[in-house]
């Protein structure tokens, strides 16, 4: 079974390519440190991935997180623009911050993919597209149906 890794994949985008890979059968795993992605988007698949929970500047779980990866999806990321205009000293900081941190994120995956060959970055976004809006209809009927039978 094909493993993949999704950093930031407890936002939205994250959370939904997760669940649209595990419908396909993949191995899925994410690594998020929740300070913008959220456990109520994975609550109805935690059972089934695997959660790294943490920053990505941390080294070590960063190489646990990508080992034995067949893809990995990076979108990790801050997302509140209007926070930024209002605090922008405070979000060029973190930015500064959360560079260093991806390009180490890149390094790591580079080594392991000199080692095995095992791991490669893929713009596969119709497919990804596709299997989200699915999944996205899905929840949809589901949360309609609960309403009705409320």
């Not at 109805?44 to 959660?51: H, V």
């Not at 190489?63 to 990790?76: I, M, S, T, W």
């Not at 899905?138 to 009705?148: H, L, V």
């Amino acid at each position: 079974m094909e493993r993949i890794l999704i950093t930031g994949g407890a936002g939205f985008i994250g959370s939904n390519m997760a669940d649209a890979f595990l419908e396909k059968g993949y191995d899925v795993s994410i690594l998020d440190n929740f300070s913008t992605g959220n456990s109520k988007n994975i609550q109805q698949i935690k059972s089934k991935i695997e959660i790294h929970k943490g920053d990505m500047c941390d080294d070590s779980l960063l190489q646990k997180a990508v080992k034995n990866c067949d893809y990995v999806f990076h979108l990790a990321a801050l997302r509140s623009v209007p926070k930024s205009f209002n605090n922008p000293e405070e979000y060029e900081r973190y930015e500064n911050f959360k560079a260093a941190a991806k390009k180490r994120f890149f390094e790591i995956v580079e080594e392991i993919q000199a080692r095995n060959k095992n791991v490669s970055f893929k713009k596969v976004y119709k497919e990804i597209t596709e299997a989200v809006e699915e999944v996205r209809s899905k929840r949809y009927a589901q949360q309609k149906q609960a309403k009705n039978r409320s």
